[in-house]
């Protein structure tokens, strides 16, 4: 089943510390300040910071769900298509993008509870 908006924001906001604080006119996912995902106005597609190299990787396996479009060329943030992608992948990509943005400590803390 596609992931919706309501599905990121969901996920997002249950991972330790994260918040939603606009920014360059997208709904911009935070955690401690650093952006790890952000969303435009209309919501089709969530942008999620990746390890380097990652997101041009998912982009050339699957790019009707993955792109880099050219203004993310120069970061590690690939666009994902809500109405392609299921809630268990987009899952997995804001945990990942989370624990990039995410001091040492509250990591550590994350995967403490999570044991």
């Known amino acids: 089943m596609a992931a919706t908006p309501d599905d990121v ?3 997002a906001l249950a991972l330790p510390e994260a918040t939603e604080r606009p ?3 997208m709904a911009c996912l935070r955690v401690r300040d650093k952006v790890f995902a952000s969303m435009p106005p209309a919501e089709e597609w969530v942008a999620i910071r990746l390890a380097p190299g ?3 990787e998912l982009a050339a396996e699957r790019p009707a769900v993955f792109s880099v479009p ?3 060329r120069n970061s590690s943030m690939v666009v994902v298509q809500l109405a392609a992608v299921d809630r268990t992948e987009l899952a ?3 945990t990942e993008a989370w624990r990039l ?3 040492a400590r509250l ?5 403490a509870g999570a044991g």
């Open 9 to 11: 924001r969901a996920i």
């Open 101 to 103: 943005r995410a001091p």
């Open 23 to 25: 920014a360059w006119d």
């Open 92 to 94: 997995e990509l804001l």
């Open 70 to 72: 050219h203004h993310y």
């Open 54 to 56: 990652e997101n041009a």
């Open 107 to 111: 990591r550590a803390a994350f995967d």
